[in-house]
T-cell receptor, first 117, second 111 residues
Framework: DTAVSQTPKYLVTQMGNDKSIKCEQN?????MYWYKQDSKKFLKIMFS???????INETVPNRFSPKSPDKAHLNLHINSLELGDSAVYFC????????????????FGAGSRLTVL | GQNIDQPTEMTATEGAIVQINCTYQ??????LFWYQQHAGEAPTFLSY????GLEEKGRFSSFLSRSKGYSYLLLKELQMKDSASYLC????????????FGGGTRVLVKP
């Protein structure tokens, strides 16, 4: 059973289109994240949700809108896609950071490679 | 703000030892993580340090000095499958406990 699964794995689309990436985790974690990894391999956090509530919102264009229908799902919708949006988007989950003395390790999904033409 | 630095690339020979350094400057600190990422795959967790000292896990060890803002990941008895990127990440409670990653160190293991 895949712990954090995201779909689609590959997405090729034209500039100006709207697309969504879905993410689901079956680990029972409270917190989910979206990270973006660009061509230089920098992994940057975009959003974090804890129990469906947005807790981290980095400086991301408002064309990106996360939605968390329940704590096991965090979807990412992107409007009016631009060339610079081409990247690999990783979903991740963990127990809520800071709520225990443990590491609250992030578990990542396999990534969704978005190519905007 | 957060600043995490690690070398871009390292090359080592199969069977050897490689040490990947990571220095960080963050407003707060609540743990340092090392992740391994093979090309085209997801990052996977390797180690976690929150107190000073060395944590050993088989062939991999990680060291932390909070006063120096410094960590290293030590890979022993290198195998070809260890060729990957190694990402250092720091959790900062002053930034909502988010995990901020360094740029990663690509390690190439040669026969």
């Amino acid at each position: 059973d895949t712990a954090v699964s995201q779909t689609p794995k590959y997405l090729v689309t034209q500039m100006g289109n709207d697309k969504s990436i879905k993410c689901e985790q079956n680990l029972g974690h409270d917190t989910m994240y979206w990270y973006k990894q660009d061509s230089k391999k920098f992994l940057k956090i975009m959003f974090s949700y804890n129990n469906k509530e947005l807790i981290i919102n980095e400086t991301v264009p408002n064309r990106f809108s996360p939605k968390s229908p329940d704590k096991a799902h965090l979807n990412l919708h992107i409007n009016s896609l631009e060339l610079g949006d081409s990247a690999v988007y990783f979903c991740a989950s963990s127990q809520a950071p800071g709520t225990s003395s443990g590491a609250n390790v992030l578990t990542f999904g396999a990534g969704s490679r978005l190519t905007v033409l | 703000g957060q600043n995490i630095d690690q070398p871009t690339e390292m090359t080592a020979t199969e069977g050897a030892i490689v040490q990947i350094n990571c220095t960080y400057q963050t407003s707060g600190f609540n743990g340092l993580f090392w992740y391994q990422q093979h090309a085209g795959e997801a990052p996977t967790f390797l180690s976690y340090n929150v107190l000073d000292g060395l944590e050993e896990k088989g062939r991999f060890s990680s060291f932390l000095s909070r006063s120096k803002g410094y960590s290293y990941l030590l890979l022993k008895e290198l195998q070809m499958k260890d060729s990957a990127s190694y990402l250092c990440a720091v959790r900062d409670p002053a930034a909502g406990n988010k995990l901020t990653f360094g740029g990663g160190t690509r390690v190439l293991v040669k026969p």
